[in-house]
């Protein structure tokens, strides 16, 4: 089965760059996603369809997909970022997310 | 306001059943697919099953294939997920999931969760 992984953590400062990688097979050939999670809330997607960000998602979201690898990247990190973050991409009708991200800002 | 609201979650025994509801309103329900996610206690997001807009086509994750079948009332604008032969690895929040368009690969919005316990 297809599988995404991804850095249990990093930890970041207050108004610096955080970057989340995310790994699969030909990663690249799919569309990847990403969604924040915070503690008793539902996720909210931040990326779609590999650097598109939906509308009230702050411009400090960004993203990229190529190769095996798609990332998340933060810039100028706010304290209110301090979430999990998922990866997720389809692979034979199956909807697959990654194993999770905790960003912890310092 | 695109609104989606599980409920039927609970306390239930290893080999019992329960069902979940996923009530949809502010959107053309039958023109959507629909997903079921959960997450366990202290675990990543586990997506569970897919139903096409019309029904007619449904995916499962290995883990609960041949124990869970989704459905949907259209005509109700109700998701359902029926979980027969429950196991304590079972346990987790679910969460009913819109694709964020019709055709859409990504899951935009979720409901706000429903937990099932499995437990004895």
């Known amino acids: 089965s297809y599988e995404l992984t991804q850095p249990p953590s990093v930890s970041v400062s207050p108004g610096q760059t955080a970057s989340i990688t995310c790994s699969g097979d030909k990663l690249g050939d799919k569309y990847a996603c990403w969604y924040q999670h915070k503690p008793g809330q539902s996720p909210v997607v931040v990326i779609y369809?590999?650097?598109r960000r939906p509308s009230g998602i702050p411009e400090r979201f960004s993203g990229s997909n190529s190769g095996n690898t798609a990332t998340l990247t933060i810039s100028g990190t706010q304290a209110m970022d301090e979430a999990d973050y998922y990866c997720?991409?389809?692979?034979?009708?199956?909807?697959?997310f990654g194993t999770g991200t905790k960003v912890t800002v310092l | 306001e695109v609104q989606l609201l599980e409920s039927g979650g609970g306390l239930v025994q290893p080999g019992g059943s329960l069902r979940l509801s996923c009530a949809a309103s502010g959107f053309i329900f039958s023109s959507y697919a629909m997903n079921w996610v959960r997450q366990a206690p202290g675990k990543g997001l586990e997506w569970v099953s897919y139903i096409s807009g019309s029904g007619n086509s449904t995916y499962y994750a290995d883990s609960v294939k041949g124990r869970f079948t989704i459905s949907r009332d259209n005509s109700k604008k109700t998701l359902y997920l029926q979980m027969n032969s429950l196991r304590t690895e079972d346990t987790a929040v679910y969460y009913c999931?819109?694709?964020?368009?019709?055709?859409?690969?990504?899951?935009?919005?979720w409901g706000q969760g429903t937990l099932v316990t499995v437990s004895s």
């Open positions: 999931a819109r694709p964020g368009t019709t055709g859409g690969d990504w899951f935009d919005p």
């Open positions: 997720q991409a389809w692979d034979s009708s199956t909807a697959v």
């Open positions: 369809q590999d650097n």
